[in-house]
Nanobody
């Protein structure tokens, strides 16, 4: 079992930055692929970014982003702290949503498919004003 707790959301002006954190419980965090999803009012939940598990060879993790955040958002993980981050720069009003952290135990490239993720956090609100 993995429990996920997000933090770092808030209100920011367009062009500003926020860093979301997702703290995970459990001793096998490094084996989990991690993802960030978001859901705006009236919209379905959508993929934002994902990062693969970190294997024992310490190769860099694979990362994927939805097109709308490429070049602005960066996902990273610190296995020593059981934490995954989403650094969000150049924020736009369209980025306003509840952001969710998610995880699944799997190898290979991280999934963009929310139904593959078994564990979810409670979400954190990000509001970008124009």
């Amino acid at each position: 079992q993995v429990q996920l707790v997000e933090s770092g959301g808030g209100l920011v002006q367009a062009g500003g930055s926020l860093r979301l954190s997702c703290a995970a419980s459990g001793r096998t965090f490094s084996r989990y692929a991690m993802g960030w999803f978001r859901q705006a009012p009236g919209n379905e939940r959508e993929f934002v970014a994902a990062i693969s598990y970190r294997d024992s060879s310490y190769r860099d993790s694979s990362t994927y982003y939805t097109d709308s955040v490429k070049g602005r958002f960066t996902i990273s993980r610190d296995n020593a702290k059981n934490t995954v981050y989403l650094q969000m720069n150049s924020l736009k009003p369209d980025d306003t949503a509840v952001y969710y952290c998610a995880a699944y135990n799997g190898l290979g490239s991280p999934s963009r498919n929310q139904y593959q993720y078994h564990y979810w956090g409670q979400g954190t609100q990000v509001t970008v004003s124009s």
